[in-house]
Every structure is written in structure tokens, then in C-alpha cells.
């Protein structure tokens, strides 16, 4: 398959778990880039930009889109360079990030797929409770839970509804096994 796929969902859908999962399969060719594990990364720094991300998380509220437009950039280039393509975790979010994501992947001529894992957001709610009481976070309250997942419902369903549009679209059910789940990808696929 030569096409870069992108994982959307609710949060606690699996998108991280089934990415690295799917990048075991096809690492000779694909390279994993996740946005929250890069923003948690700058998020260490005690800098202006790591201070900056932090405050924003720590409200629930979303990164701006200039952090992440030049992250996903990054990303794009530095496969591209190397003659790889990308499995991509937790990009696009908002409906101007997948119109700059469409853009940007036309402008650099290349193709990709999108895997909705589809969850209801009373069982991502329960999942993301449940890992709070295990992994305590500062970014794991309440308020902040369920900002996320209003975000998603009202954001991010817009941003699936305009790669449908494309018909870019491969929905999954991610309430099963990660076995399960696993194997609808690669099947949906044709891995």
C-alpha cells in the first residue's frame, strides 16, 4: 500500500494501540508519527513553547493550529525524504487541520487513507476514568475528559465528514478485542 493512513477517533478508542500494532506489519516502509507524544515531548521543556503547550493542555483545550500544521509538516518532510510513508496518530483534529492537511498532501503529491475507530463516547468516558484511577495525570480531570470528548463530537466528527466527502474513510468498530480490531484494519486494508 502506497498511502499514508491516519488514525482518527475518540480519545480511548485505541488509535495508539492499533497504529503500533500496524506499524509492526509494514515498519520496512511506514514511520509512526503520534502528535500528542510529540507535544508531551515539548511539553518536558521549561521554555516558553513547552510552558505554552502545557497551559493549554492542562485547560483541555486544543493546540493551536500553527504548533500543529508545522509538527505535521515536519513529519510529511522527513518521510518523504527518506522514501517512506506515515502512520499518523491524533492529526487531524479540527476542520481547518484537515483542510491543511488535505492541501499539504495534495501539494506534496501524496495519497493517504483514514481509519475511524468509532466508539461511543460513554465507553471512551468509562476507559479514560478508568486509566486516571491506575495513571494519574495532570491533564486527566473531569473537566478536562469530557472537554475532549465534546471536542471530538463537536470537532472532529466535522473533520471525518469532510474525508468521507473525499471518500478517504475506512470506519472500524473499536469496541472489540484489540485482536479483533486489529484484524478488521489489516483486512480493510488488504495487508
Known amino acids: 500500500m502506497e498511502k499514508?493512513?491516519?488514525?482518527?477517533?475518540?480519545?480511548?478508542?485505541?488509535?495508539?494501540?492499533?497504529?503500533?500494532?500496524?506499524?509492526?506489519?509494514v515498519h520496512d516502509t511506514y514511520m509512526y508519527?503520534?502528535?500528542?507524544?510529540?507535544?508531551?515531548?515539548?511539553?518536558?521543556?521549561?521554555?516558553?513553547i513547552g510552558n505554552y503547550i502545557k497551559d493549554t493542555v492542562n485547560s483541555g483545550k486544543m493546540i493551536d493550529n500553527f504548533i500543529t500544521h508545522d509538527l505535521i509538516h515536519t513529519a510529511l518532510k522527513i518521510t518523504q525524504n527518506l522514501g517512506k510513508y506515515l502512520i499518523i496518530d491524533g492529526f487531524p483534529r479540527l476542520f481547518e487541520q484537515a483542510q491543511y492537511f488535505s492541501k499539504k498532501m495534495?501539494?506534496?503529491?501524496?495519497?493517504?487513507?483514514?481509519?475511524?475507530?468509532?466508539?461511543d463516547p460513554n465507553i471512551a468516558l468509562e476507559r479514560m476514568i478508568h486509566r486516571a484511577q491506575i495513571e494519574w495525570r495532570t491533564d486527566d480531570t473531569l473537566e478536562s475528559m469530557k472537554e475532549r470528548i465534546r471536542i471530538f463530537v463537536q470537532e472532529t466528527t466535522k473533520v471525518i465528514q469532510h474525508f468521507e466527502s473525499l471518500g478517504k474513510v475506512i470506519h472500524i468498530n473499536a469496541d472489540g478485542s484489540i485482536e479483533d480490531v486489529h484484524t478488521h484494519i489489516l483486512s480493510a486494508l488488504s495487508l
Do not use: P
Request: aromatic share 12%.
Open 106 to 119: 495534495h501539494d506534496m503529491q501524496r495519497d493517504f487513507i483514514i481509519i475511524h475507530l468509532e466508539l
Open 4 to 25: 499514508d493512513i491516519v488514525f482518527l477517533g475518540i480519545q480511548w478508542c485505541g488509535k495508539w494501540t492499533q497504529a503500533k500494532l500496524l506499524l509492526k506489519k
Open 33 to 48: 508519527f503520534e502528535m500528542w507524544q510529540t507535544l508531551r515531548a515539548l511539553m518536558q521543556n521549561d521554555n516558553m
